[in-house]
């Protein structure tokens, strides 16, 4: 497999982030739904996408393109890579910003359950994103990059500036 150009590679690592942010918020609006009957905004930006989904795409990824061929290989180290991403995350949020944005141990299906930092269901579905992402996402972004670059890279670049301001401002105006 050949290595994308770096004028390639980081338009698709932008287009990676900003839909697995969404389809991380999309996920957890349905987890939220099913856990309390009710629909709650769940992140800490405006918009309808979660950073850690994009910062986890990007670490499966960078962990698991070389594996593709494998995909129990890579359902594994999406599991672990991500679970330790989360872990570490919620860990790191709590103990040094004193914000608990997640806590697994108050949700169904938390066996396995770390502190409610990470639970079994959690990292399998880092894993399941993982097969998403390798297997669903990323063949048509290629796809689409190879036949049309500049229109791929409006695609990618447009809504990835609007998710990074959107974090920025969810930091700085909260």
């Not at 918009?47 to 995909?71: A, D, E, H, Q, V």
């Not at 359902?75 to 919620?90: K, M």
């Not at 806590?103 to 894993?127: A, E, F, K, P, Q």
Request: hydrophobic share 50%; proline share 5%; with cysteine.
């Amino acid at each position: 497999m050949n290595r994308p150009s770096l004028k390639k590679l980081i338009p698709l690592l932008l287009l990676i982030f900003t839909i697995a942010g969404i389809i991380g918020f999309f996920y957890e609006e349905i987890c939220v739904y099913i856990n309390d009957g009710v629909f709650a905004k769940r992140g800490t930006t405006y918009g309808p996408w979660i950073p850690i989904y994009g910062f986890g795409s990007l670490f499966i990824f960078f962990l698991t393109n070389r594996f593709r061929k494998k995909p129990w290989l890579v359902f594994l180290v999406s599991t672990v890579s991500c679970g330790l991403l989360e872990l570490a995350t919620g860990y790191v949020l709590d103990h040094f910003f004193h914000m608990r944005l997640w806590d697994y141990s108050i949700v169904i299906l938390n066996w396995g359950n770390l502190n409610g930092y990470i639970c079994v269901r959690s990292v399998i579905t880092w894993g399941l994103f993982g097969l998403l992402l390798m297997y669903g996402v990323l063949p048509p972004l290629e796809k689409l990059q190879a036949k049309h670059p500049k229109v791929f890279n409006v695609v990618a670049i447009v809504p990835f500036a609007i998710f990074a301001l959107d974090i920025i401002l969810s930091l700085t105006l909260k």
